[in-house]
């Protein structure tokens, strides 16, 4: 009689023991599962801010470009004024001792031309906002460079947000491995980092200075 009692509290100690196991088990991997659904949250938020980083890049660059295009059109129409302007001048000089009436109709016709010239490489502005005279050029390159700096500056945002998102999937895939929930905490941590560094890229990128 006593065996049989003995053999019923070892099976029950036993079952006890094989449900406490099952359930650390159990919590363990729903743990691993919540921190894997983190990593893929954290891993598609990294997509995002790396594909515009790369579109906020590639724009910069292009603007950069228009710039360049721009400035360099300014200075060869700065030039070929300059040189209108300095003929004009001399062609004024020349008349001074002209005592011939066609050849002083002459040099008038000429001047006035030049002197309409340097005004139109001056300022030739166009209905569709795009003048190419140096006046209109230059603003339309400034315009292009204030765009280009928008750009990297959403540019540095989305770069910081992306490190941010990938040293978070590092700690929460470290958590897995060590069991520290600290390290999960890190991770969650730097998911909001990143998500608002983003949201200033997209939104703001000049209120908050990185660069």
Not at 99 to 128: C, H, M, V
Not at 133 to 156: F, M, N, P, S, V
Not at 163 to 176: D, N
């Amino acid at each position: 009689m006593s065996h049989g009692v003995h053999a019923v509290q070892h099976e029950a100690e036993h079952k006890m023991q094989h449900d406490d196991h099952g359930g650390h088990d159990g919590g363990k991997e729903n743990f691993n599962k919540r921190i894997a659904l983190m990593i893929a949250v954290i891993a598609l938020f990294l997509a995002f801010s790396e594909t515009m980083g790369k579109s906020a890049q590639t724009s910069a660059l292009n603007y950069q470009i228009e710039a360049s295009n721009l400035w360099n059109f300014f200075q060869a129409k700065n030039i070929r004024r300059t040189v209108t302007i300095v003929a004009t001048d001399q062609a004024k000089l020349g008349m001074l001792g002209l005592t011939n009436d066609e050849q002083k109709a002459a040099f008038t016709k000429q001047i006035g031309a030049w002197t309409e010239l340097a005004a139109r490489y001056r300022s030739e502005p166009k209905a569709d906002g795009k003048g190419e005279g140096t006046e209109e050029l230059a603003k339309r390159a400034i315009e292009e460079q204030h765009h280009r700096d928008l750009a990297l500056a959403k540019y540095h945002h989305y770069e910081v947000a992306s490190a941010a998102f990938q040293i978070g999937i590092v700690l929460a895939s470290a958590t897995v491995i060590t069991g520290m929930v600290i390290l999960a905490y890190c991770a969650a941590g730097l998911g909001v980092l990143g998500i608002f560094f983003m949201a200033i890229g997209l939104v703001a990128p000049h209120a908050i200075h990185l660069m």
